[in-house]
Every structure is written in structure tokens, then in C-alpha cells.
């Protein structure tokens, strides 16, 4: 089914916007199929396809996901139970982040999950200690490296410098011994994150190279088998003016050259490619609608239901100079000649400006405008309660059927945790 400029699979947004209020995010559950399986059929075989929780952890995403063959890469208990609600299998699921707590180790274990990524000498001895408290033992762990080698093209380095992330390379070459003490864990394999949005397949290629290198250096010199390899991923999308999108056939090419090899070396060792971003981005559209336009100083804006309380991706946090996530306009009438409009939210702040100066056709007050590319990092990385908005609602488009995915936060959702206390008889 296909997605016309104002319509997803046949449904209108203006429909899905009466039917379900604004602002609201609306996937696209084609463009989500679409995108995993053109990677999947340009990955070598040996790669598998981990979905990380954290670009958009709603559960029906990610078992949609799942059933076109993802596993999942989870960073919090929460998303280790979104994860298995989904249907996920416990052993198509790794665990990581640098602060894991004793609830996240013990569901981990519990769960029994294909391994902890474990980011520090220390979290694998309290790991230790926890598995022999439960009368466990062998349970697998990956161990995070921080590489002592950097990366070029990353929209956020992750590795290859100073980081929370993982154990430094030097470190880790020089822990033989304290890995050899643990009693209860079986270290079988290697994870390394260099980076994030990266849009050049020669800097993704040459990361896999360096980290599936490493992995096999660390293995022989440290002693483990080399069961698993998680070599990240990172693949960005392109959100602005002058930024193209990957050469996809260049990347499946590209990691082929690398991948190949090291599985006739290691033909028991399973890679894991964790993508998040790249999976949802495009499958996901913000929905807002104007409430006012006005001028300041020469200027138009265009004051929207909702901005970056629910979208501070578009914000462009960490750039020097404001650059735009592709907007458009959804009226039929919206034609012509186009003017440059800033696109704010209904926040208190001059910071809420989800587009600036992005030309649009004329905009009135009732119409609607579209925020592409919005798939990945939405709500769940954005101020939601700030002035007590609340989230907007989120709807999945799954065989030409508009479902309701996340229930639009009620001011009674906002004060159901929050307790008045009797001032009177605190001061008595």
C-alpha cells in the first residue's frame, strides 16, 4: 500500500489528526518493513539485526519489529520488559549501559537474556557476586571496550575517547588475571559502540573492520572464546539541507568484504549490529497544528499545539547553528508560493522553535504541518512534562489501519502521582 504526500497507506492525516487529536506521532508500519528488510537483504547472513529500545521504545514498534526478525538491544529494566512483552526471545536480547543496578542485573539473569553487556571491571565482579548469591553460574557476559582507536563521521562519538562507555582498551588488555578470578561468569564475546548518525558507509565499514580486529586480538590475548561480537552500527538518516543519506549497496558491500572473512575464521561467532535510529526515523511523522500566526520584528511564526516538549531532536541539541528536520504542510490549498515561517511550540521558552525560518505555503490558523523523519527519539527524549503538557498520543498505520499505540497524557495522568500534602497538619 502506498503513502501519498498527506496520507499514510490511504489514511489522511487530516482524518488521523480528527480521529485522534494533535499533537500526535503517526508510523508508518510499511516504511518500518521497508527499511529493515532492504538492510537486511544487503547485511552478509552472518550479521544479525538488534533493535535498540532507546531510538522509540514503544512496544508495539518494537514487536512489529521483532517479527520481521530483529532482536533487542535494552538499556533499562523497563525496556528488558518491553522487550519480552513484545515477544521477544530472552536470547535474541542483550543488556547495556554504563549504571546497571542490582534490578537490572538480577532480571538479566532471570530473564535468562543472550548476555550483559558488562562496561566495567567492577560491574562484572558485582555481577559475580549476584550470580553466586542466586547459585548461578556460567552465566555469558560481552565485555564493552572503549577502543584506543577513534572514529571519523559520527554525528556523537561514542568510543575511541574519554567515555562513561565501557572499558578503556589499555585496561582491559591488562585485567587477564581479574577475569580469571571470576567464578560464576563466562566472558564470550566483545561489544564496541563507536558513534552515532553516521552517513558515510566507508566510516561505518572501516569501525567494523577495527572492532571485529580488536575482538579477535582481545580474545587470544585475554583467553575467552569469541562466541559473540557486537561491532554497534550507528547508521544515521539524513534529517538536513545537504546531508544524503548512505549508499546503502555501498555499506552491504562494504561490511561483506569485512564480514566474510572473519566468519570463515570464526564460523561460531555471532555479529550483532544494534540500530535504532536508522530503523525508525523514516516511519514516523509529527503532527502539529498551528493555533496562531504571527509577526515579530519582520518575522512569521507560527505558534503549534505541540514542539520540542515532545520533539527536541528538531531542536538540533549540540549543533552551533539551528538546522531544520524537513517540515511540510498538509492542506490540500497549501500551494503557491511559499514564505519563511518559524515553527514554534506552546512552551515558555525561546528555545521551543521546532523549524526555523523554513519556507512553507502560506500557513493559517486550524492547519496542520508535518514533521518528517521523526520516527526515532520523540517523545521518550524529550521534556514531555514541561508547563505539564503531558505526551501526545502515538498511532501505528499497519495494513492500511490506523491503531492507537500510546494514550494521549491526561492532566489527571500528570497528578495521579503526586500527593497534596495537608500543610495544615504538617504545621501543627
Do not use: W
Request: hydrophobic share 40%; net charge negative.
Amino acid at each position: 500500500m502506498t503513502t501519498s504526500k498527506n496520507s499514510v497507506q490511504g489514511k489522511s492525516m487530516a482524518d488521523l489528526a480528527e480521529e485522534y487529536g494533535t499533537p500526535l506521532f503517526v508510523y508508518d508500519a510499511d516504511v518500518l518493513a521497508d527499511t529493515y528488510r532492504t538492510l537486511r537483504g544487503l547485511l552478509p547472513d552472518g550479521a544479525d539485526i538488534f533493535y535498540s529500545l532507546k531510538a522509540n521504545p514503544n512496544i508495539s514498534v518494537c514487536a512489529l519489529l521483532n517479527s520481521f526478525g530483529t532482536g533487542a538491544e535494552v538499556s533499562s529494566y523497563a525496556e528488558l520488559a518491553t522487550a519480552l512483552r513484545a515477544g521477544v526471545d530472552p536470547g535474541d536480547i542483550i543488556f547495556l549501559g554504563p549504571g546497571k543496578d542490582e534490578r537490572e542485573l538480577t532480571a538479566c539473569v532471570e530473564a535468562d537474556i543472550h548476555a550483559i553487556v558488562c562496561e566495567s571491571l567492577d560491574e562484572l565482579d558485582l555481577l559475580d557476586s549476584l550470580l553466586a548469591a542466586a547459585g548461578r553460574d556460567d552465566f555469558p557476559v560481552l565485555l564493552r571496550v572503549n577502543p584506543a582507536f577513534g572514529s571519523k563521521g559520527s554525528g556523537l562519538a561514542m568510543g575511541g575517547k574519554p567515555r562513561q562507555f565501557g572499558i578503556d582498551e589499555a585496561e582491559l588488555r591488562g585485567s587477564k588475571h581479574r577475569l580469571a578470578a571470576l567464578r560464576n561468569i563466562r566472558v564470550k564475546g566483545v561489544h564496541a559502540y563507536m558513534g552515532t548518525r553516521f552517513l558515510n558507509h566507508e566510516d561505518v565499514v572501516e569501525n567494523t573492520r577495527r572492532i571485529l580486529a580488536t575482538a579477535e586480538d582481545l580474545a587470544g590475548q585475554l583467553g575467552f572464546p569469541l562466541e559473540t561480537v557486537d561491532f554497534g552500527g550507528g547508521l544515521g538518516v539524513a534529517y538536513f539541507d545537504n546531508e544524503k543519506d548512505l549508499d546503502l549497496d555501498a555499506l552491504g558491500a562494504g561490511l561483506a568484504e569485512v564480514i566474510t572473512p572473519f566468519s570463515v575464521r570464526n564460523p561460531n561467532c555471532r555479529m550483532i549490529m544494534e540500530l535504532g535510529r536508522f530503523l525508525t526515523a523514516t516511519a514516523g511523522t509529527y503532527v502539529v497544528r498551528a493555533r496562531y500566526v504571527k509577526e515579530s520584528m519582520g518575522e512569521s511564526f507560527v505558534v503549534a499545539d505541540g514542539g520540542t516538549n515532545h520533539h527536541m531532536a528538531a531542536v538540533g541539541v549540540g549543533s552551533f547553528v539551528k538546522r531544520n528536520f524537513p517540515v511540510r504542510h498538509l492542506e490540500d490549498r497549501a500551494t503557491g508560493a511559499s514564505r519563511p515561517y518559524s515553527v514554534t511550540g506552546p512552551l515558555c521558552t525561546p528555545n521551543d522553535v521546532v523549524a526555523k525560518k523554513v519556507r512553507l505555503p502560506e500557513v493559517r490558523p486550524g492547519d496542520l504541518l508535518a514533521v518528517e523523519r521523526s520516527g526515532a527519539y520523540g517523545p521518550t527524549a524529550s521534556p514531555g512534562l514541561f508547563l505539564s503538557h503531558g505526551f501526545p498520543a502515538e498511532v501505528l498505520v499497519h495494513g492500511g489501519r490506523a491503531h492507537l499505540i500510546r494514550e494521549r497524557d491526561t492532566t489527571e495522568d500528570l497528578l495521579a502521582k503526586q500527593r497534596l500534602v495537608d500543610l495544615r497538619a504538617a504545621s501543627a
